[in-house]
């Protein structure tokens, strides 16, 4: 069965107004009257219109979607962002076009879904863009927001909790119990969430000339719990063990009851974002929270700021410790 | 800066051919000759011709978008549902544009989204739409898929696991253990996942003249967490907790050695879906595996079949159960 498809039109015709009030009585915050909607609204409902959005993409360059790129898509903490940002995104009137990558930086390819659909911004979680993708995007007016991620040589608005100092602060904290002897489970080393966590504790501890030992693991669970494991089996049980993420911090928590280590009275444990699962009791997790709410609004504010901000803004906002069993 | 936007008319000058040939070249799956095609792509590779989704959309009637809606966005099963969605939708040219829905029951105006982007299909996880909505979607040649879910009121095509098959199977096992004293934890009762679970896993109990217990959960952790340890001090320690789904027998789970009930000697706990959390050491829950993949797979091929299926079609597929440490 064809689809029958209700034109603009016949819509204005019927309402006795030109075309082009009725694209503005469907297009999200354009200016109608009152009177003037209710009118076309009234038309609109007896033929059973259906807008096209399609068609007034065209007319009127905005499509009210929003390019949505994410990656590890396994790790809580960018479910919740998902949520946030598309509930969010909905309330102000977007669609969301979901592109879901496996590349940690993406590419061009994958951008042209986007600029196929003349999205009106882009929003990347969890990864970066090469420079000629931005540069593309750039030139064709489309903002693009890096979220928990950052990039000084890309021209892009970021929104980040500031991990630097979120990390010197753990380290202060710890330091403060009377460690001297830390270990930090890097995640990926090539991001920017990973490096600043990591060079906020390291710059921390070298101010109170004390090395910290770095193990190097990838953001997963599996690699984190095998390094503590191994780190233990060879003997070597620290005071504290920062994972660069909750995911990492709940690995080497669980190596360490594996290995029967006392929790926090020999070894404290603590992770970073606050996913759901670091306040169940059995893992009781200590952590610093992302401030995701403000995050996400934040980056959503970018996106649909009516003067355009030219200049790319990087947005560091705080969060919290949370103190659960893991430390003392 | 406004965009510069090439037009196809101007590929078609340029390459000396139709505009319609221009558009059958940037058509996935559209059929045009080797030589022609080259000729084109070379004229919109000197001009930086972009081609327009929108455009082609509306003209051709096919956008290759498809509509995803996804509830719970919580639970890990999900995650990795829509990792496999986008990515093989990706991979057969198709977008995804992502709509989350806080509601048991979508309504119109979220459908509406879908409808304004002309997608061609919709898939909704986790979630039912009311009628209505079907009627209308059916109205306009859009095939709705349920994934997870089913209902035989709705005409919408449905892919599930044989949840009630599984759930008997599980029966089967823990009975052949020794066990007479079962607790089944529900999901949200108004789901036909916990449904069929519940009704195959009593059926095989009614079959042996045997009650088992159920306690209501909502298909969360916290919920089950507090029914297993109430249940427990009150004096009630059973032989299996079977859980709905996994994130509920791992609440059963922690609250159990909260208690200290030695693991699977007191009790054996079981979930469903194979998330995987249930896998990490820690837990290592047994649960039925969902053939997720094939799930998949099968609901893609349901949207992007050639003859389109008037009937809806019910699919069920099989999963198996995992061993490990929560069973004997």
Chains 1, 2 share one sequence.
Not at 103 to 111: A, G, K, S, T, V
Not at 250 to 271: R, Y
Request: hydrophobic share 40%; glycine share 4%.
């Amino acid at each position: 069965m064809e689809r029958r498809i209700v034109s603009a039109i016949e819509v204005a015709k019927l309402a006795n107004v030109s075309q082009s009030t009725v694209s503005r009585v469907f297009t999200p915050g354009a200016s109608v009257s009152e009177k003037t909607r209710k009118k076309v609204m009234k038309a609109a409902e007896e033929l059973k219109y259906q807008p096209n959005a399609l068609a007034r993409g065209l007319i009127t360059k905005k499509t009210n979607m929003i390019g949505l790129a994410m990656k590890d898509i396994q790790n809580p903490f960018y479910h919740e962002v998902l949520g946030l940002f598309t509930r969010k995104l909905k309330e102000k009137g977007y669609s969301v076009l979901f592109v879901y990558t496996e590349n940690e930086e993406i590419q061009q390819e994958e951008i042209n879904h986007f600029l196929e659909y003349n999205v009106e911004a882009i929003i990347v979680t969890d990864a970066l863009l090469s420079s000629n993708v931005v540069t593309r995007l750039t030139a064709n007016n489309i903002p693009v927001i890096l979220f928990n991620r950052h990039d000084k040589e890309l021209m892009c608005h970021s929104v980040v909790c500031d991990n630097v100092n979120a990390a010197k602060r753990i380290g202060s904290y710890v330091y403060g119990q009377g460690v001297r002897d830390a270990v930090f489970i890097t995640g990926k080393v090539n991001t920017s969430t990973s490096r600043d966590r990591q060079n906020g504790f390291i710059d921390f501890f070298r101010d109170k000339d004390t090395d910290i030992t770095i193990l190097e693991g990838d953001y997963t669970y599996e690699k984190s719990f095998h390094l503590t494991r191994n780190m233990i089996q060879k003997g070597h049980i620290p005071e504290v063990i920062f994972g660069a993420n909750d995911i990492t911090a709940l690995g080497a928590l669980d190596a360490l009851k594996e290995c029967k280590v006392e929790i926090p009275k020999k070894t404290m444990v603590i992770g970073f974002d606050d996913i759901k699962m670091s306040s169940w009791p059995n893992y009781s997790l200590s952590t610093w929270a992302q401030p995701i709410n403000e995050m996400v609004e934040k980056a959503i504010d970018l996106v649909t700021l009516k003067d355009r901000i030219q200049e790319p803004e990087l947005i560091k906002l705080e969060g919290k410790f949370i103190h659960r069993a893991t430390t003392k």
